[in-house]
């Protein structure tokens, strides 16, 4: 293979320069170029890539060389200039490689997807109340416009219910100051009334004053509905509608109320009692549900929209994977969640990445409002909801399609409640009102984690009973009453085991019963 010959002339410290020429282009390296305490190093490096035979290291000569080559621009991939839908405006949005939008067109395709997913589940009906849980984030900011988009008179395909708005205020967890929780709450109250729908302001510290009925287990969920429900609430709706006599809600708007110091107090040290910021924020998370359902009960709403967008159900997802919540990852990550029966949470959201939400806000001027949270100037291993976010987001800058697989994986996944022979109704966990996975099998992971902690609190306790003998102790029951050298489980033959000080292998036996908690084969 030809190489093309460079060459320069150079003198430092009594070495001479060197050329690096690759197979198919030549890549030149000047000593002058390098400092003097660094042309070791580089020359070791050079000489370890010319035993790789990816470089070749040249000694140089004496010999002139041009450096006034013209430098050559790699060529960036480009996108199209027109849109994809409409072929004719100039694109101002790239969601992702190969789908240009317009600005007309974006908002089109942004509105019509969040209407599909209400419209292709229909698990609201016209005239139901529901209450949307907006958190002043970009993602429930956005679910807000499309509601009050979809409320107006010139849309198409009105929706129908009757919505209002919830903001759970957390600045009371999170150690906000007073003046700043104020502050933020005038600034949300600002988006609210421009809205127009009535909206209620709860502070986090209410949480503490629910009844025991919160966390008691939940009503059974009610019944699908027929096929044509739906269809016949649409017609009477219509009906209604024509005639004037739809009913609305009142313009309610309740402003956050003071908290007293005390009860803050109270709810850092509830939060402070974990022990890691992944608990930490584990708790909050189920604290903001309890007080969620709870004012949508006392309040008379029947549906919870939630803001979970697609990138933050896929890092969810991996999350509760890693918490051990598996079981629970249907009603987790789903478009409705039904555990806490007679209120539904729905996640419309769910469609849309950040990344589009986050072009949607931009463009149309959609407000929101920063409130700092747990994991707010926290580095990436700080918690494993933490952790999970930043693997996810950095492996999608490089692969685009991460976030829909995670996504597109959660919408296989499949809750099934195991019912018992008494009653419908499953076993609950007092918590996060999921069902119950304790029901395992002998032959499953979870009865060989308890076999593993009952054998280290078994190994624990001997240890203790050999520092401390004179420690007064339960007289262990003796495995077999056979002779030496007989074996009481194999019908008087000699097992060998007695012989050697092992003990009978009817030690197994007791294994089973008291362990296990089986009977042996």
């Known amino acids: 293979m030809a190489r093309d010959t460079v060459s320069h002339s150079c003198n430092i410290n009594n070495v001479s320069g060197v050329v690096i020429q690759r197979r198919r282009s030549a890549t030149r390296v000047c000593c002058c170029s390098v400092e003097p305490g660094r042309l070791l190093k580089t020359t070791g490096l050079l000489k370890s890539a010319q035993r790789t035979r990816s470089l070749a290291v040249i000694p140089m ?18 996108v199209s200039k027109k849109c994809v839908k409409c072929k004719e405006g100039t694109a101002a949005v ?6 240009a939008f317009c600005r007309v067109c974006f908002k089109e395709y942004f509105i019509h997807k969040f209407r599909a997913v209400l419209g292709k589940n229909r698990v609201i009906f016209p005239g139901e109340k529901v209450l949307l849980a907006v958190s002043g984030g970009p993602s429930s900011c956005s679910m807000l416009s499309q509601v009050q988009e979809g409320l107006s008179q010139n849309a198409h395909k009105r929706l129908r219910f009757l919505p209002a708005i919830v ?32 909206f209620i302001m709860v502070p986090l510290e209410q949480v503490l004053d629910l009844p025991s009925s919160a966390l008691t287990a939940a009503a059974p969920s009610p019944r699908e509905p027929a096929a044509g429900a739906y269809k016949a609430a649409v017609d009477d709706f219509v009906r209604s509608d024509a005639g004037g006599c739809r009913s609305s809600l009142e313009p309610q708007q309740t402003a956050l109320a003071d ?14 009692s974990a022990q890691t910021l992944t608990a930490r924020e584990d708790l909050l998370s189920t604290l903001r549900q309890h007080l969620l359902v709870h004012t949508a009960r006392t309040e008379g709403y029947s549906k919870v929209m939630l803001g979970d967008n697609c990138t933050r159900l896929a890092i969810k997802l991996l999350t509760s994977i890693s918490l ?34 986050a072009y949607y806000n931009r463009l149309f001027s959609v407000p929101s409002v920063f409130i700092p949270s747990l994991e707010t100037k926290t580095t990436d291993k700080s918690s494993i909801q933490r952790l999970t976010e930043s693997f996810v987001t950095k492996l999608q800058a490089d692969f685009p399609s991460t976030v829909s697989t995670i996504y597109r994986t959660s919408e296989k996944l499949q809750t099934a409640c195991r019912s018992s022979s008494k009653a419908d109704v499953c076993d609950r966990c007092l918590l996060c009102m999921c069902a119950l996975d304790t029901a395992a099998e ?10 593993s902690e009952q054998l280290s609190q078994a190994k624990s306790a001997g240890a203790r009973s050999v520092v401390n003998p004179s420690h007064n102790q339960v007289p262990m029951e003796q495995e077999s009453t056979a002779a030496i050298g007989t074996c009481c489980s194999s019908g008087g033959e000699d097992c060998g085991r007695a012989a050697r000080g092992e003990g009978c292998c009817s030690s197994a036996n007791w294994f089973y019963e008291r362990v296990l908690l089986v009977q042996p084969t």
Request: aromatic fraction near 6%.
């Open 94 to 99: 790239v969601i992702r490689a190969g789908d």
């Open 324 to 357: 051990g919540r598996g079981a629970q990852l249907a009603q987790d990550t789903g478009f409705s969640d039904s555990r806490y029966g007679d209120v539904l949470l729905v996640r419309p959201m769910r469609d849309y990445s950040a990344k589009e939400i």
């Open 167 to 198: 903001f759970i205020d957390e600045g009371g967890a999170v150690g906000q100051a007073v003046e700043d929780r104020r502050r933020m709450a005038a600034e949300l109250q600002a988006v609210f009334r421009a809205t127009g729908l009535p």
């Open 259 to 272: 908290v007293p110091a005390s009860r803050t107090h109270l709810l850092q040290q509830l939060i402070g």
């Open 61 to 78: 000569c004496q010999v002139e060389e041009d450096y006034h080559e013209p430098l050559q621009r790699a060529d960036v991939p480009s």
């Open 442 to 451: 002998n032959a499953s992971a979870f009865k060989a984690t308890l076999i």
